[in-house]
């Protein structure tokens, strides 16, 4: 699932990681929200919010939302760093290097849930899940050609309501089976990936009030799993002696 991307990315590749890593990004919000109060993924709110904010002369809610808009940038800036950098030395999984700093840095944020005192810990855990946030949705849109996003649903909700209606028109109006197909997989994609989000969202808020940061710490695998074939794919290549590859585009 990591190591093609654009146009080489098949529509199965895409709904794979988009629903599980949109899974994922669903219950690090949800968790999150339940931890510190701030959604970590949702940059219009935090926008909006810090609009209101700079209105009101309440400097304290401006530079929180400032920190989470910058957190979320930076892990943006971060990513395609990463896959610029990885691309120039032609490794092909720099995504899934990607996705496991990722799960590496969730599992440090949950161990810090645990060991930090209240003031640092709240801190902490708001501008980091923002920064894992902006990493991931980089590494996804990069790796899609921006066809897949995971940690906000306003963009898929739209695509999924445009494609709908195109749906809906074709059956009304039949004619090119090959694009109806392709209308019924964008559909599938993008709605699979906000039930994914939703349905990770749920797991996540149920899992944060049983265990509080073993639900952080819990999700740091789920994404190592899902990197890791790449990445020791990447590495058999390598010992085998093979000329190293970029990313197939």
Do not use: K
């Amino acid at each position: 699932m990591l190591l093609r991307e654009g146009d080489a990315r098949t529509f199965v590749m895409d709904r794979r990681l988009g629903c599980s890593l949109a899974a994922v990004a669903g219950a690090v919000n949800a968790a999150g929200f339940l931890a510190v109060g701030y959604y970590s993924a949702n940059m219009t709110g935090n926008l909006s919010s810090l609009s209101m904010g700079l209105r009101a002369a309440d400097l304290p809610l401006a530079l929180s939302c400032l920190g989470l808009i910058g957190a979320f940038v930076s892990g943006a800036v971060l990513s395609a760093w990463l896959v610029n950098a990885g691309r120039h030395r032609r490794r092909r999984a720099i995504y899934a290097y990607g996705i496991l700093l990722e799960a590496a840095l969730l599992g440090g944020l949950g161990a810090s849930d645990l060991l930090l005192w209240a003031g640092v810990r709240g801190l902490v855990l708001a501008y980091g899940l923002s920064f894992l946030m902006g990493l991931q949705n980089a590494t996804v849109t990069r790796i899609s050609g921006a066809r897949v996003r995971t940690t906000h649903m306003t963009g898929m909700l739209t695509d999924f309501g445009i494609e709908l209606a195109d749906w809906l028109e074709a059956v009304r109006r039949p004619g090119d089976p090959a694009r109806m197909a392709q209308v019924r997989q964008r559909l599938a994609l993008h709605g699979g990936i906000v039930l994914s989000f939703a349905c990770g969202g749920a797991a996540g808020a149920m899992a944060y009030g049983w265990w509080r940061a073993g639900a952080l710490l819990g999700l740091a695998p789920v994404l190592a799993w899902l990197a890791l074939p790449g990445a020791l794919a990447d590495a058999r290549d390598r010992m085998a002696g093979r000329a190293p590859r970029g990313p197939v585009a």
